[in-house]
């Protein structure tokens, strides 16, 4: 991966996830914020843009495919470049995986993930 710091959200609602996240990310150098529900991580993206989103599924407030329409609005109103969204999620129903692709996600990454999943998906 190329040296340069890109810019990470990690909506997750979770402080114990939250945290394990940082942790395993932070070896990398990027810059990391964190979101506490699906909101709060469609607010942050309307004020700056992101390399990557990472997105947990069940949030109160907005859950990850609610808050990933909305985002995925705002590119479109916006005319922005368009963020990687991928989903954090323990489980592994396909049927989950489908709709995350159908709500504009371009991928998932089950939990508990590996930082190396994360840096691949900002390449």
Request: hydrophobic share 40%; aromatic share 6%; no cysteine.
């Given at each position: 991966m190329e040296n340069e710091r890109k810019k990470i959200l990690i909506a997750e609602d979770n402080a114990i996830n939250q945290k394990v996240a940082l942790?395993?990310?932070?070896?990398?150098?990027?810059?990391?914020?964190?979101?506490?529900?699906?909101?709060?991580?469609?607010?942050?993206?309307?004020?700056?843009?992101?390399?990557?989103v990472l997105?947990?599924?069940?949030?109160?407030?907005?859950d990850g495919f609610?808050?990933?329409?909305?985002?995925?609005?705002?590119?479109?109103?916006?005319?922005?470049?368009?963020?990687?969204?991928?989903?954090?999620?323990?489980?592994s129903v396909s049927d989950e995986s489908e709709r995350c692709y159908a709500v504009g996600m371009d991928g998932y990454i089950t939990k508990p993930f590996r930082a190396e999943e994360v840096i691949r998906a900002l390449d």
């Open positions: 942790l395993l990310l932070q070896k990398y150098q990027q810059t990391i914020d964190i979101a506490d529900n699906g909101r709060i991580a469609v607010e942050k993206f309307r004020k700056q843009d992101y390399d990557l997105m947990d599924l069940h949030m109160p407030e907005l609610e808050a990933t329409l909305k985002i995925r609005e705002i590119e479109e109103s916006e005319n922005r470049k368009k963020v990687k969204i991928f989903a954090m999620t323990a489980s």
